[in-house]
């Protein structure tokens, strides 16, 4: 069944929710890190959400750090200590930190950009990271933006990577996960097209991921009412998971209910 799943997104040290799509620049200096297009920054640390995650019981949450800001890494470690064995890490994560993140008490580590040198699928990456530190202990990020074929009109969903601004060569279909399933054990897939926007999921790309991939996978972007989580367990008939982000009242948002998501959850076991 579906269930809801927890986010903590970091950018300049703070735990924000922006419009993904105006991540444009590198924020390592200040005047950058203010240039994207916010809908909320707390004024609580990123401690503070590992907690209330812990203390509802919500599995599975992830922490991702957006820029290589080290302000990002510290409140990205002060989460993992609120609840450690139990987080996910994501953002920045090579062959080189993947470890010592695990290490640091990160359940998983989320990979992306680094498995895309020059925009280009590297599958001898996925290998190595994956025997770093275990399939077990690594999902691979595949997010996307959708993309239409202008010679057929189709409609397909190109990887993302970069903060999901640079696309790669990569279409999501069904023989691509089989072919990284082997070597990672869960997948968390931003729709960036309606990241933040608070206008509905990609139900399209929803039911397309029930058929692509069996392993687990949590679906991003673009809920905005606690029917969502309904509406994915119908489009992929429970195989996908739902996260919220500027929709929720737990990040300044007025559509959805933190404790509703919890209910659902509790509802589902």
């Not at 800001?69 to 890490?89: D, F, H, R, S, T």
């Not at 933040?196 to 991921?209: H, T």
């Not at 673009?222 to 489009?235: I, T």
């Not at 959805?256 to 076991?269: G, L, T, Y």
């Amino acid at each position: 069944m579906t269930k809801y799943v927890g986010c903590i997104d970091i950018h300049a040290g703070k735990v924000k929710q922006i419009v993904g799509g105006t991540l444009v620049k590198d924020d390592t200096n200040e005047a950058d890190s203010q240039s994207v297009a916010t809908n909320f920054v707390s004024e609580k640390p990123s401690s503070f959400y590992a907690q209330l995650y812990k203390d509802n019981d919500v599995k599975g949450c992830h922490v991702i750090k957006l820029g290589s800001l080290e302000e990002n890494n510290i409140a990205a470690k002060e989460a993992l200590q609120a609840w450690p064995g139990n987080l996910q890490v994501g953002g920045g994560i090579n062959d080189t930190n993947a470890k010592e993140w695990i290490d640091n008490g990160a359940s998983k580590v989320i990979v992306t950009s680094w498995l895309f040198p020059n925009g280009e699928f590297d599958l001898e990456r996925l290998k190595k990271i994956s025997s770093i530190v275990g399939k077990e202990h690594l999902v691979f990020d595949l997010s996307c933006r959708r993309q239409i074929n202008t010679d057929n009109n189709e409609l397909s969903w190109v990887v993302a990577m970069n903060k999901w601004q640079t696309l790669t060569k990569t279409i999501l279909n069904k023989e691509y996960f089989d072919l990284v399933s082997e070597y990672c054990s869960e997948f968390l897939v931003h729709a960036a097209d309606v990241e933040g926007l608070c206008n509905g999921i990609d139900e399209e790309l929803v039911k397309k991921l029930a058929e692509w991939s069996d392993l687990p996978i949590v679906y991003a972007g673009g809920a905005k009412d606690v029917s969502d989580l309904a509406l994915v367990d119908k489009l992929s008939n429970g195989k996908v998971d739902l996260t919220y982000g500027s929709a929720l009242d737990i990040f300044g948002g007025k559509l959805v209910k933190f404790e509703e998501c919890c209910a659902w959850n509790k509802s589902q076991n």
